[in-house]
Every structure is written in C-alpha cells, then in structure tokens.
C-alpha cells in the first residue's frame, strides 16, 4: 500500500540506516542520503552496549555543585573550549536548568518508557539482516572505586529501578571473579547480567546498509543541503546542485541535522557533546563484558578486533580539532583498570548529537506535514536507532505508534 510513496532519508548512521529497514519492510521506497561511508562517522565509533538500562541522563541534579571540578580537575572526563561554551551560553544554561530536580525526573520517565521497548525495534532488524553474529550477551558492568562514588550515584541507580531495569550490586570479591584481570582498584559495582552488546558497530551498519540496497533501497552518496516543501513537491537539494523529488523526507543526521536548511531542526537547540574512544588491538580477551568505570566517564569493551575505550565528554564544535589531552586521559585511566601496552593503536573522535534536555527528537515537523525527524538520541543512539526508525516508519505509515513520542516532539522547546 506505500510502494508509490518515496521517503528520502538524510543520514547513513545507525538511526538512518535503521528507519529505512523499517521503511522498507512497511512497503515504502526509499532513498538514503549521505556523504559518508554509511555508519562511519558517530556510529562507528560507540561504546558498543545496548544499554537498555540507560535512562539516567547526563544532567543530574548533582551536576552544578560538581562543575568546577569536572571542568578544571585533571582527571575529569569532561573538557570545553572555552570560546565555544562562551558563544553558546543560551545552551549551556538551558542544559543547567535541565539539572533541576523535577525536569531530571520527566527525562527519566521519558527515556525509562522507549528503552522499554528498544528491543522491539531492534530485534527484528536484527533478525531480517541476520546480523545475530554481530551481538553478545555477558552482562555489563559498572564499577566504582569507593564507597563514595557508589553512594553518589544511589539516586541514579535508583531511578533505573524505578524504571524497571534489573541489576545486582557487587562487592570488591565480587568484580574479581567475574573479572580476574581488572585491577583490584574498584571497591564497589554493579551488573546488569542481561546487557547485550555489539561486537563491531560498524560492521553492523554496512550489513544493515548492505540488505537495504539488496532489497531494493537507493543510496545517493552526497550530502544534503536543503529541503524545499512546496506547491510543486517536496525536493531535497543535494551539494552537487541535484534536485531529488520524494514524498517525505526523515532527517536523522545527528548533530549535522542542524545543518539542513528548509526545515525546523535549524532552529533548534542541537548541540554537539564530542566523545572519543582509544582502542588496543588484539587485547579484548582482558575482559569478558564492557566494563564502565562510573566516575571516570567511559566504557572498556572488548570487540572483534581489539579492546575499545570510548567515552568523556568535549563540549566544543563540530569542526574543532582533535583535543589530544582527553585522548591522554583514556589512555592514562585504560592503563589504570588493565595491563596494557602504553601506547594504543588507534584513536577516534565522534559527535553525539544533544538536546539541553538529554531527550531525542522524533517526531513529524510542526512547520510541515512531509518531514520528519530522528536525531539528538546523545549517549544512546545504537540503542535506540531501532525503536526509533520503528517510531518514524509508523508516523509515516499512519499506524498507531508502538511507543509515546510525546516527551519527543520537536515542538517542545
């Protein structure tokens, strides 16, 4: 029944890649639309968890007292250029407000009911691309030094329970079992037994990719410029001038979406919270589940190819340079938890897409009824791509939708 409505997708990432399988498998024809190798430039570079248990937001009520230390401590995961956080205060204090209690508890509850349902939209893709040899389940874990940082991320782990999401606490004696080789530097953890986690993220997008084009998807491998909706069609206007007539059109390009003009998430506050990881080749059997260390901002996750450390947090701009000291500081905090050579084999930087109020749009534009947008899904975009893409191809499809968009729309600020 859609065979004759054409979506153009701008955006090859996991969220973009995900919503044309379901496009796809709903009947529609679709386009995908990007520069890039599809997958390789925020979504290859993740942590890798499926962290359905992620619904604690990187605002939290503790944030403001904790600021100065997190932003000139010398081991802090958090960085900024001064120059860019000056030039985009309205942000950075909408962000703080966002710290507030009762706000922190609406993201909550917000993120708490789609990662509900995060495996509904992923599993099937899954399934339909037969990636099942791309994903593991060992649990994950998270670690803590003392007694201190645990009991100040009480509230926190809390309000994972309250969500529903099921873990058990470890003790000292505990950590060393299940991971002999990590230093005996952690006094407290937990686990979150069911987590599953990606063995190679970017594999997986190019296998996603790859049974959309051998089902039939279009790929114009060009950036977009512009969305033009009219009385003669919509078109999205590619860089080399080319006019691409579609039906609808799903923006899903992350933190470049801000970068689409002709539509409303220009006008939005889409930031750019720059993340990096480090990875080691050949050392993944050092541990048997990513690891997160809670107070120091990043994940350790053993992969097909090595042992990745992905995390922190740069507020700085999208064409800033590589920010060397926090590559120093992965490297530095990698050696502290395992034995490892001092020198990684390779580093990468990525660009997590984020609102002030740590919540993803997704949902159909206010200022026109054939575009749509996906994007701003911050830490948890692999977790969320599937259920995301599976939200959208119902918005387009007119079918109820299986999960709230509500605390999502893109009118909410």
Request: glycine share 10%.
């Amino acid at each position: 029944m859609n065979s004759n409505t054409h979506v153009g997708i701008i955006g090859a990432g996991i969220v973009g890649v995900s919503s044309a399988l379901w496009l796809q498998h709903k009947g529609f024809k679709v386009t995908l639309i990007d520069g890039n190798q599809p997958g390789s430039i925020t979504s290859s570079g993740n942590a890798c968890t499926i962290a359905d248990y992620g619904c604690v937001p990187v605002n939290d009520p503790g944030l403001v007292k904790r600021l100065p230390q997190l932003m000139f401590g010398k081991n802090s995961p958090l960085s900024f250029d001064p120059w860019y956080a000056i030039t985009h205060l309205p942000w950075m204090l909408s962000f703080l407000r966002n710290c507030q209690p009762s706000r922190v508890q609406t993201t909550i509850n917000a993120l708490g009911s789609i990662l509900k349902d995060a495996n509904d939209g992923l599993d099937p893709l899954i399934d339909i691309t037969r990636t099942h040899d791309l994903f593991a389940t060992n649990g994950c874990i998270y670690v803590y030094q003392n007694q201190q940082g645990f009991d100040s991320a009480r509230a926190g782990n809390q309000a994972r329970a309250d969500q529903g999401v099921t873990f058990s606490e470890l003790g000292k004696t505990d950590i060393h079992d299940l991971e002999p080789n990590l230093a005996p530097i952690f006094e407290k953890g937990l686990l979150f037994r069911n987590a599953r986690q990606v063995l190679n993220p970017q594999s997986l997008v190019t296998r996603f990719f790859q049974h959309f084009i051998d089902s039939g998807g279009t790929y114009k491998n060009d950036h977009a410029r512009e969305i033009i909706d009219n009385s003669t069609g919509l078109q999205v206007i590619l860089h080399n001038g080319e006019k691409l007539a579609v039906d609808k059109t799903l923006v899903s390009c992350g933190a470049f979406s801000k970068q689409i003009a002709g539509c409303e998430a220009s006008s939005l506050p889409l930031e750019t919270e720059r993340g990096y990881h480090i990875q080691y080749t050949g050392h993944q059997h050092l541990i048997n589940r990513p690891i997160a260390w809670a107070e120091a901002g990043f994940y350790a996750t053993p992969m097909n190819l090595g042992l990745r450390f992905a995390g922190t947090v740069e507020i700085a701009g999208l064409s800033d340079k590589k920010n060397s000291e926090n590559l120093a500081y992965l490297s530095r905090m990698s050696r502290k938890m395992l034995n490892l050579p001092k020198q990684y084999d390779s580093d990468w930087l990525g660009y997590r897409p984020t609102l002030p109020d740590s919540l993803p749009v997704i949902g159909q534009s206010t200022t026109s009824k054939n575009i749509y947008f996906a994007f701003g899904h911050q830490h948890i975009g692999l977790t969320l791509a599937g259920i995301s893409g599976k939200l959208v191809s119902e918005l387009i499809a007119g079918e109820p939708l299986s999960s709230n968009i509500e605390p999502f729309r893109p009118d909410r600020f």
